[in-house]
Antibody, heavy 120, light 110 residues
Framework: EVQLVESGGVLVKPGGSLRLSCAAS????????MNWVRQAPGKGLEWVSS????????YYADSLKGRFTISRDNAKNSLYLQMNSLRAEDTAVYYC?????????????WGQGTTVTVSS | QTVVTQEPSLSVSPGGTITLTCGLS?????????PSWYQQTPGQAPRTLIY???IRSSGVPDRFSGTILGNKAALTITGAQADDESDYYC??????????FGGGTKLTVL
């Protein structure tokens, strides 16, 4: 069964840092681009970042202004999101999502999400 | 900055047909934006419905269909059912690896 399981979401103070993880199983991880998508409470979905399967092409939403870093470890079938200088507006559920084989098609598999709360 | 637009809310009667649209604040949507559509119910992860304009994702019933209508991407639901009541999001590929969500449409079935 294809599965994505996020972890690492916690309550963190403004200005703090956090690393989210996504454990993938049931498919050949290194052949797929992977993504983070977030959803603030009561708001819509927002694409955050993506990383290609093996040659680490990386893309970010303009709104992040260099505070977030996506990475992956294909040996561990894991995706990560390092979040620095966190702000209240980063409070959201963060979803890990697998790209279709053609990455520009969007995402075909989603995790259940992990909740990040930024508050003092 | 280009914004992806969707109707904030729509309603449909059970058994009816409804079309949701996905446009651009500037310009027209074409197949080269590879529009995709996602369904989300409260507290749940999104579910992929349509990708590359009109290809149904695995397991999605043929009541859901996608197309380009005029200058927008469109998602049509025929024979609406109570459990179609959800939020629906479109996504457009803007090039250079960038994907942008629309604001979402809250669909009510009543």
């Amino acid at each position: 069964e294809v599965q994505l399981v996020e972890s690492g979401g916690v309550l963190v103070k403004p200005g703090g840092s956090l690393r989210l993880s996504c454990a993938a199983s049931g498919f050949t991880f290194n052949t797929y681009s992977m993504n983070w998508v977030r959803q603030a409470p009561g708001k819509g979905l927002e694409w955050v970042s993506s990383i290609s399967g093996i040659n680490n092409y990386i893309y970010y939403a303009d709104s992040l202004k260099g505070r977030f870093t996506i990475s992956r470890d294909n040996a561990k079938n894991s995706l990560y999101l390092q979040m620095n200088s966190l702000r209240a507006e980063d409070t959201a559920v963060y979803y890990c999502a697998r790209s279709f084989t053609d990455y520009y098609y969007g995402w075909d598999v989603w995790g259940q999400g992990t909740t990040v709360t930024v508050s003092s | 900055q280009t914004v992806v637009t969707q109707e904030p809310s729509l309603s449909v009667s059970p058994g009816g047909t409804i079309t949701l649209t996905c446009g651009l604040s500037s310009g027209s949507v074409s197949t080269t934006y590879y529009p995709s559509w996602y369904q989300q119910t409260p507290g749940q992860a999104p579910r992929t419905l349509i990708y590359s304009t009109n290809i149904r994702s695995s397991g999605v019933p043929d009541r859901f269909s996608g197309t380009i209508l005029g200058n927008k991407a469109a998602l049509t639901i025929t024979g609406a059912q109570a459990d179609d009541e959800s939020d629906y999001y479109c996504v457009l590929y803007m090039g250079s690896g960038i994907q942008v969500f629309g604001g979402g449409t809250k669909l009510t079935v009543l």
